[in-house]
Each structure stands twice: as structure tokens, then as C-alpha cells.
């Protein structure tokens, strides 16, 4: 019997590996993910030159693009 409690094997229920309801999506992974945080993001593309929205996910390409650049030249300076 299907309780809903997302027991391992039932069609539909939620599940720890990225199924329905888990918040992951087929681009990206889920809410609570590590990383650098939006607004840090937007910022960073917007000073490269890299056109982005102002409000919304952003895409998978530019937070590659900000970690690759993060690991070769290190974080910029910040300003006080």
C-alpha cells in the first residue's frame, strides 16, 4: 500500500537522489547547495562583461565560469 511516507520504490514519491520534489532540477542542483551566493555572482559577470538578469537563477555557465576563475587567479580584493 502507498502511504506517501517516500518509501524507497514507490512511484512518485520523493526522493534523496534527485526526484520529484527534492528541488533538484535536470541544470542544476537543488536549494541549500554551497556556492557563491547571487548577488556575489551577478556582480562578478556584470564586471566581466557577461550579460545576466537581475533577478533569477543563474545559469550553470557563469557560476562555472566565477569558480574556474576563483581557483586560478583567487578571490578579488574587497573593497572596505
Do not use: C, F, K
Not at 520504490?9 to 528541488?23: R, W
Not at 547547495?33 to 562583461?49: K, S
Not at 574556474?68 to 587567479?73: D, I, P, S
Amino acid at each position: 500500500m502507498n502511504d506517501g511516507s517516500g518509501a524507497p520504490g514507490v512511484p512518485g514519491a520523493p526522493s534523496a537522489l534527485g526526484g520529484p520534489g527534492s528541488g533538484a532540477t535536470a541544470d542544476g542542483p537543488g536549494p541549500g547547495t554551497a556556492g557563491p551566493e547571487g548577488e556575489t555572482l551577478h556582480d562578478w559577470a556584470r564586471a566581466h562583461g557577461i550579460a545576466v538578469n537581475d533577478r533569477g537563477r543563474i545559469p550553470s555557465h557563469i557560476r562555472d565560469a566565477y569558480e574556474q576563475a576563483q581557483a586560478t587567479y583567487g578571490p578579488a580584493p574587497r573593497n572596505p
